[in-house]
C-alpha cells in the first residue's frame, strides 16, 4: 500500500484493527506481572482477546465463560479501539488492602495501554517511514533516468507532472483548467479485494481518464488515488464536458467487483498573474465538496458492495 495513499494520521485510525494484543505487548511479561500480582495480594485477573478468547488466567476463571459485549470488564484501548478485556477479583484480597490494591491493579493497566499505544506508533511509523523513503527513492531513480510516466497507469508519474505544471505557468498561458480527480473509496476496494483489486481500480480509472482526454490534455497520478489534469486554452464548456464524460465512463463501467467512482473539482485559470498550484487547491477544495454530495447518495453505497 503506497504511502500517499492514506495519509499518516488516517493510517494511525485505521490500521489498530489488523494489530492484536500479542502484536502489541509481550504477553509473557504481561502474564508475569498478572501472576506477581496474584501471588503478592490475591488479584485474580483474566484477560481476553478483543472477541473473548482467553489469554491470561490469574486465579480461578474455569467456569467463567467471559461476554465481552454484555460484560466488557475494563476495555484495553489502543489509538482508541479495544484489543483486549480485563476481568478483576478481588474477593481474595483484604478490606484493608483493598485501595491500595485498586491503585495498583489501575497502574498495570494504564502502564499495559502506554506500552501498547507506543509500539503501535513505532510501528505503523517505521513502516510509513520505509514506505515513503522507497517512495521517494523510485521518484529520484525516475528523474535522474528520465522516466516521466506512473508505472502502473502510464499516466505521467507526480515529480514529471510537477515539472510540466511549471512550464505551463511559465509559459504564461491563460486560460488553463486545473482539475482534481480522486477515487472514491479506494480503501474499500483495496479491504475488500486486496492490493491486486485497488491497483486495477487505479488503472481503471486512468484509462477512463486518457481515453476521454483530447491529446493536448497534461494528466498526472500525483498521488495514490490522485489525479491532475491541466486543459490549457479550454472552449468554453470543454472542462466540464470533459468532467461530465469521465464521471458517466465511471459509472457505466462493468466489472463483477469493482464500481469504479469518481469525484471531481476544477477550477480555472483566468489570467497569466495566477499560480496554477493555487488553482488546483480550489480544484481539491471543489472534489471534497462533491466527494460529499456522491456519497450521501443511497444509490452510491448500493453500487459500492455490488461485489462483496
Known amino acids: ?13 485505521d490500521n489498530i484493527k489488523n494489530y492484536s494484543l500479542k502484536s502489541l505487548l ?30 491470561i488466567v490469574c486465579g480461578d476463571f474455569t467456569s467463567y465463560q467471559p461476554d465481552v459485549v454484555k460484560e466488557p470488564g475494563i476495555k484495553l484501548r489502543i489509538a482508541d ?19 491500595a490494591v485498586q491503585t495498583l491493579v489501575d497502574g498495570f493497566i494504564k502502564t499495559a495501554q502506554e506500552l501498547g499505544e507506543k509500539t503501535y506508533l513505532y510501528k505503523e ?4 517511514t520505509d514506505e515513503l523513503e522507497e517512495k521517494l527513492e523510485k521518484e529520484s531513480y525516475q528523474v535522474k533516468h528520465g522516466e516521466k ?71 498526472g497520478r500525483v498521488d495514490g488515488d490522485v489525479f491532475n489534469v491541466l486543459i490549457p486554452m479550454p472552449e ?36 497569466v498573474e495566477e499560480s496554477l498550484t493555487d488553482v488546483l487547491s480550489d480544484a481539491e477544495y471543489e472534489m471534497f465538496e462533491d466527494k460529499l454530495t456522491i456519497k450521501n447518495t443511497p444509490e452510491y453505497k448500493k453500487r459500492l458492495q455490488k461485489g462483496c
Open 81 to 99: 479501539r479495544t484489543v483486549a478485556h480485563i476481568y478483576v477479583r478481588y474477593e481474595q484480597v483484604e478490606k484493608e488492602q483493598l485501595l
Open 149 to 219: 510516466n506512473d508505472e502502473l497507469t502510464g499516466v505521467l508519474n507526480r515529480t514529471y507532472f510537477e515539472n510540466r505544471l511549471k512550464i505551463v505557468d511559465r509559459s504564461q498561458i491563460a486560460p488553463v483548467c486545473a482539475i482534481c480527480v480522486n477515487i472514491n473509496d479506494w480503501k474499500y476496494a483495496n479491504d475488500h479485494f486486496g492490493e491486486e483489486g485497488s491497483d486495477r481500480l487505479i488503472k481503471i480509472v486512468a484509462d477512463i481518464l486518457q481515453e476521454k482526454a483530447k491529446p493536448e490534455y497534461i494528466i
Open 26 to 55: 509481550d504477553l509473557s511479561l504481561l502474564s508475569s506481572q498478572a501472576n506477581s500480582l496474584y501471588q503478592l495480594f490475591r488479584i485474580e485477573l483474566l484477560i481476553t482477546d478483543r472477541h473473548g478468547e482467553k489469554i
Open 236 to 271: 468554453e464548456g470543454e472542462s466540464d464536458t470533459y468532467c461530465s464524460v469521465v464521471k458517466e465512463a465511471c459509472d457505466r463501467y462493468e466489472d463483477a467487483q469493482l464500481a469504479p467512482s469518481v469525484a471531481i473539482g476544477s477550477a480555472m485559470k483566468e489570467n
Open 125 to 128: 511509523t517505521a513502516a510509513y
Open 1 to 13: 500500500m503506497a504511502y500517499g495513499s492514506i495519509p499518516l494520521e488516517k493510517r494511525l485510525k
